[in-house]
């Protein structure tokens, strides 16, 4: 106004660029901050989960153990640690495909494959140690490509890919192994020690706990699967894809390339979960050896807060979702075993329970906010 120029003529001022602009596919991670208490609201439902699976787990345990005097007993309690890091290697394999929203009927099989196919390569054709390791865990990693690919680029279902992998795999071992039971005799006591040795933590006596050598591999698998999920931008894309895979697409996140990663994960750890089985057992019938895990792996993952339509999952939950199914399993050995015949029926009806509780919880939160942007 002192040099007589009306304020109107004054250029306007340019807004500076973003000096951070999000890159492809970051809109999805970066967002503003939440409102005090958000945060406990958001992550609520599935610490809910979480806690009360966990609730289930110790009830279980508080039935079993006043109800039989052999559930406390230390050999049965290293078993079911051990049993439940054997199942949880898997359940955390499973908890990724279901987290984008697919599913895997193949892992029984794959168990099957690599269990008998290692002891065939290194027992009878003289293979290499590190050789027949390295060759079933490669096939399973190609076994997830293949099925990422089929899903992917051929648009296939995830249920009718999986499900021909659940027949084809089985049928291949028992083709390659005459259907003959496979196993390492007597020999590589050194490799079998991965799965069935014994680390003395509170001591070497007999009659105290020794964590079994496979709670290790799972508490680092676990460790790396939920830091991954939580913690990196691929697992947050794998929970935006499993919400919505259309929004996800056009929100620059490669929904193919992820959807092929859980697919690698889940083949993967179910190869180390099938090589880990057949170093404890020694023995790997092609007929039966893998028969229905996985049931067990999806159950815990069901039970563990993963959700079948996708985009929704815990590591830890799936983890606590295995000793159920474990625990479960030893209840009806040990207190009911006139039912050991119907431990399938129990384990369809707890998927069903869950899924059943899963959709009542969706319609409880879609009535929540129907409710808030209406009122």
Same mark, same amino acid.
């Given at each position: 106004?002192?040099?007589? $120029?009306?304020?109107?003529?004054?250029?306007?001022? +340019?807004?500076?660029?973003?000096?951070?602009?999000?890159? $492809?596919?970051?809109? @999805?991670?970066?967002?503003?901050?939440?409102?005090?208490?958000?945060?406990?609201?958001?992550?609520?439902?599935?610490?809910?989960?979480?806690?009360? %699976?966990?609730?289930?787990?110790? +009830?279980?345990?508080?039935?079993?153990?006043?109800?039989?005097?052999? #559930? @406390?007993?230390?050999?049965?309690?290293?078993?079911?640690? !051990?049993?439940?890091?054997?199942?949880?290697?898997?359940?955390?394999?499973? +908890?990724?495909?279901?987290?984008?929203?697919?599913?895997?009927?193949?892992?029984?099989? =794959?168990?099957?494959?690599?269990?008998?196919?290692?002891?065939?390569?290194?027992?009878? !054709?003289?293979?290499?140690?590190? /050789?027949?390791?390295? /060759?079933? @865990?490669?096939?399973?990693? +190609?076994?997830?490509?293949?099925?990422?690919?089929?899903?992917?680029?051929?648009?296939?279902?995830? #249920?009718?890919?999986?499900?021909?992998?659940?027949?084809?795999?089985?049928?291949?071992?028992?083709? %390659?192994?005459?259907?003959?039971?496979?196993?390492?005799?007597?020999?590589? $006591?050194?490799?079998?020690? %991965?799965?069935?040795?014994?680390?003395?933590?509170?001591?070497?006596?007999?009659?105290?706990? !020794?964590?079994? &050598?496979?709670?290790?591999?799972?508490?680092?698998?676990?460790?790396? /699967?939920?830091?991954?999920?939580? $913690?990196?931008?691929?697992?947050?894309?794998?929970?935006?894809?499993?919400?919505?895979?259309?929004?996800?697409?056009?929100?620059? %996140?490669?929904?193919?390339?992820?959807?092929?990663? /859980?697919?690698?994960?889940?083949?993967?750890?179910?190869?180390?979960?099938?090589?880990?089985?057949?170093?404890?057992?020694?023995?790997?019938?092609?007929?039966? #050896?893998?028969?229905?895990?996985?049931?067990?792996?999806?159950? &815990? &993952?069901?039970?563990?807060?993963?959700? =079948?339509?996708?985009?929704?999952?815990?590591?830890?939950?799936?983890?606590?979702?295995?000793?159920?199914?474990?625990?479960?399993?030893?209840?009806?050995?040990?207190?009911?075993?006139?039912?050991?015949?119907?431990?399938?029926?129990?384990?369809?009806?707890?998927?069903?329970?869950?899924?059943?509780?899963?959709?009542?919880?969706?319609?409880?939160?879609?009535?929540?906010?129907?409710?808030?942007? !209406?009122?």
């Amino acid at each position: 106004m002192g040099n007589g $120029k009306p304020d109107a003529m004054k250029p306007a001022e +340019a807004k500076a660029p973003s000096p951070n602009p999000l890159p $492809k596919g970051e809109g @999805l991670t970066r967002q503003a901050p939440l409102a005090k208490g958000e945060t406990f609201r958001r992550f609520l439902p599935q610490g809910a989960k979480i806690w009360g %699976i966990l609730g289930l787990l110790v +009830a279980v345990c508080l039935y079993t153990a006043i109800s039989s005097d052999r #559930f @406390l007993r230390v050999q049965n309690v290293e078993n079911l640690v !051990h049993r439940t890091a054997l199942f949880g290697i898997l359940s955390v394999g499973a +908890a990724f495909v279901i987290i984008t929203g697919g599913i895997d009927l193949s892992i029984g099989s =794959l168990v099957c494959l690599v269990g008998v196919l290692l002891p065939n390569l290194i027992a009878e !054709h003289g293979w290499p140690v590190p /050789a027949g390791v390295a /060759a079933v @865990l490669l096939l399973s990693v +190609a076994i997830g490509v293949v099925h990422g690919l089929l899903i992917t680029k051929m648009r296939l279902q995830p #249920f009718v890919v999986t499900l021909c992998g659940l027949l084809l795999y089985r049928g291949v071992a028992r083709g %390659i192994t005459g259907d003959m039971s496979q196993g390492f005799g007597v020999e590589y $006591k050194g490799l079998r020690a %991965i799965a069935t040795s014994r680390l003395p933590i509170f001591g070497s006596s007999d009659n105290v706990f !020794h964590l079994p &050598a496979t709670t290790l591999i799972l508490i680092i698998i676990a460790v790396v /699967a939920a830091i991954f999920l939580n $913690k990196t931008i691929y697992g947050r894309y794998l929970l935006a894809m499993g919400n919505n895979p259309e929004a996800a697409r056009y929100s620059g %996140i490669n929904v193919d390339r992820t959807t092929l990663l /859980a697919y690698v994960i889940c083949s993967t750890l179910a190869g180390l979960g099938g090589m880990l089985f057949v170093l404890d057992i020694n023995a790997a019938q092609p007929s039966d #050896f893998g028969n229905f895990y996985e049931l067990y792996a999806i159950a &815990a &993952a069901v039970l563990g807060g993963c959700s =079948l339509r996708g985009g929704e999952g815990s590591i830890l939950g799936v983890v606590i979702g295995a000793a159920v199914m474990v625990v479960l399993s030893n209840t009806i050995n040990l207190v009911h075993p006139a039912y050991q015949n119907i431990e399938f029926a129990i384990i369809g009806g707890v998927i069903l329970i869950g899924v059943i509780v899963d959709e009542l919880a969706r319609r409880l939160v879609t009535a929540r906010r129907e409710a808030v942007r !209406h009122g």
